[in-house]
């Protein structure tokens, strides 16, 4: 089994695979959540990504536009090929919610357990590769760690709160994964799904990534990633989510494109949203409206980065 989970981990589709790894977080391993008592352990170096992120929501009509600059300095992620590729997701949380509010309230240092495939729903199986994944914010960098797993073992680890079959390095990660499952009895709360075109920078921009994510649905029950489920759009489908990631700094080039085109950043949370569209949380001032166009025209939802 450990052999197989090597070679697993090796073979599955990464779609940010172009980024440089970082062995340790910024901000130190052993940093502590005083609220949870969680230290956070250093990741493995082939699954952690230290990044700064910026959002944008952009009408679809100005897509196309945005496509062919991305297309001009950068390269399409390999994974997506020239439609993108389907990326759903699990999130967990606690019975009050507290990730959302950690979110919602701006915390300095806050994070979410989701599980993740990369792919169609629809073709879902026990043997799917998935991600666990913690994603966290420090400050004002994004730090993600994952391990990929089967998804049945996935199902194993995050609902029936069992340690799996595992490699070495993957050890401290399951135990902090299952630290957290257990000591805050998360459980799933809801789902995030959407079509996604990825673009990753190359020559001096190595290291930033742009994603442009389509038809942004979700839902509240069901969450089975590979359930025969109705999803709803969380996100009006007149618009798509931009997000740049960048290990250091985002190029010139592109911030000046965002300032030509008017792009308003949004500190939108895509489980944020689904949360709140199923009315299991009130509608906070972040949170897109239905027909979107406050959001476009640089309301309340617009934010410093």
Not at 117 to 127: F, W
Not at 136 to 147: H, I, P
Not at 194 to 222: K, N, P, W
Not at 242 to 248: D, P, R
Request: charged letters at 30%; one cysteine or more; a positive charge.
């Amino acid at each position: 089994m450990r052999s197989w989970l090597r070679r697993a981990a090796s073979q599955a589709p990464d779609p940010q695979s172009s980024s440089r790894p970082q062995s340790t977080p910024q901000g130190g391993p052993e940093t502590g959540d005083d609220r949870g008592g969680h230290a956070l352990r250093a990741p493995s170096r082939l699954h952690a990504f230290n990044r700064y992120e910026i959002k944008y929501l952009v009408p679809t009509g100005d897509v196309p536009a945005l496509r062919e600059h991305f297309a001009a300095r950068m390269d399409r992620d390999s994974h997506g090929g020239d439609t993108g590729y389907g990326v759903w997701s699990v999130y967990y949380d606690t019975a009050d919610l507290r990730f959302y509010w950690e979110k919602i309230e701006g915390l300095k240092f806050r994070r979410k357990l989701r599980v993740r495939h990369y792919g169609e729903a629809s073709t879902v199986t026990d043997d799917s590769i998935v991600h666990v994944e913690i994603k966290q914010r420090v400050n004002r960098v994004t730090q993600k760690r994952r391990v990929a797993l089967p998804y049945h073992l996935a199902r194993d680890l995050c609902d029936r709160r069992q340690l799996v079959e595992h490699t070495p390095e993957q050890r401290a990660f399951l135990d902090e994964v299952l630290e957290l499952l257990c000591g805050l009895d998360l459980r799933p709360v809801a789902m995030t799904g959407y079509q996604r075109e990825a673009f990753i920078g190359r020559d001096s921009d190595l290291g930033l990534r742009v994603t442009l994510d389509h038809r942004v649905r979700g839902r509240d029950r069901d969450f089975h990633l590979g359930a025969d489920a109705e999803n709803r759009l969380i996100v009006p489908a007149t618009f798509s989510v931009l997000e740049i990631k960048a290990n250091e700094r985002v190029p010139y080039w592109l911030t000046d494109l965002a300032a030509r085109t008017n792009l308003s950043i949004v500190r939108m949370s895509k489980y944020c949203q689904s949360v709140e569209a199923f009315g299991r949380a009130p509608r906070s001032l972040f949170h897109v409206p239905d027909d979107a166009e406050s959001a476009a025209a640089g309301s309340p939802l617009k934010s410093e980065v």
